[in-house]
């Protein structure tokens, strides 16, 4: 840290929206923190060690409990739960900002989860949890886009849709800089650069850098499903994505199916700017214009 850093604290301030969509939360629990509220670190407290120079690596480590993080911010957002007691768990040394956080981190020690599904018996610990989960089986669908009409079930959705309309890809990748809608995105990206492929079939030593190419892959070893048929399924599929290993017959198939990798939306709607990663989505989406015409003019 550079000798001419006086200042006696640091004030970390949680910007994200608080009903972000669940996937996109960063590398540490929102849940734990009143967002917007603005929380002290104490320097002489923390020790950040210098960035070790390698692309890709956690520079940045906890004191307390060696947790590792790649950005600054993020461990200084993550030392608050080291330095907070205002609920603690009394099964364990857990301690949170929020009621909220500490029910649902109670519930994994007790399994009291009080809202219960009449109709398949899911359970859950909040009850905005349990609504949302009702509305899947009432289809219920209360937040609608004020630009294409779409309608969705909880407001995270619905925020993550609009990113389509607006364009925002607040999810940058901090190597080479393309950026997405969301963060679960990024983070399968990443690997692309880390070589990184968590996950492994439990069935023999191949690895992918995404749950669906497993799920693929795992028909290989379905019943009925031989190495050989998938052989003649894929034979003159020549162009072979380099993030999923998806094959495809055509090269401009291939560039399409990228782009639900990389975000990109090419052809745009002249009437509301939607974007769609191909023409054939255009096309569809403009039906819903038109449709939309000749119902204002019966």
Not at 16 to 24: A, V
Not at 32 to 52: Q, S
Not at 168 to 179: G, L, N, R, T
Request: hydrophobic fraction near 25%; aromatic fraction near 10%.
């Amino acid at each position: 840290m550079d000798e001419n850093y006086l200042l006696e604290k640091v004030i970390v301030k949680i910007e994200k929206d608080e009903e972000d969509f669940q996937e996109d939360q960063s590398i540490f629990n929102y849940e734990d923190y009143n967002f917007g509220e603005e929380y002290p670190v104490d320097i002489d407290d923390i020790k950040i060690e210098e960035p070790v120079q390698i692309i890709r690596s956690k520079k940045y480590e906890c004191d307390f409990c060696k947790h590792k993080f790649s950005h600054k911010n993020a461990l200084l957002v993550h030392i608050n739960k080291h330095m907070t007691t205002k609920y603690r768990c009394e099964f364990c040394s857990k301690s949170y900002i929020t009621k909220e956080g500490l029910t649902r981190h109670t519930a994994r020690h007790t399994g009291d989860m009080p809202y219960e599904c009449e109709i398949c018996a899911s359970k859950f610990v909040i009850r905005s949890t349990y609504d949302n989960h009702m509305r899947i089986h009432n289809g219920e669908k209360p937040f609608a886009c004020n630009v294409c009409s779409s309608k969705f079930r909880d407001k995270c959705h619905l925020v993550v849709h609009q990113r389509i309309h607006s364009g925002d890809k607040p999810y940058a990748c901090h190597i080479c800089s393309v950026k997405f809608r969301h963060n679960s995105s990024l983070k399968t990206h990443i690997r692309i650069h880390t070589g990184e492929r968590p996950f492994g079939c439990e069935k023999c030593s191949a690895t992918f850098r995404n749950s669906s190419s497993l799920r693929s892959h795992k028909q290989v070893h379905t019943e009925g499903i031989s190495q050989k048929s998938k052989k003649r399924k894929e034979k003159g599929k020549r162009y072979s994505c380099e993030i999923c290993s998806y094959k495809f017959r055509e090269n401009y198939s291939l560039k399409v199916h990228i782009r639900s990798h990389t975000g990109e939306r090419p052809y745009a709607c002249q009437v509301c700017s939607s974007k769609f990663k191909d023409k054939f989505g255009l096309t569809r989406h403009m039906k819903t214009h038109q449709k939309k015409y000749k119902e204002h003019n019966l």
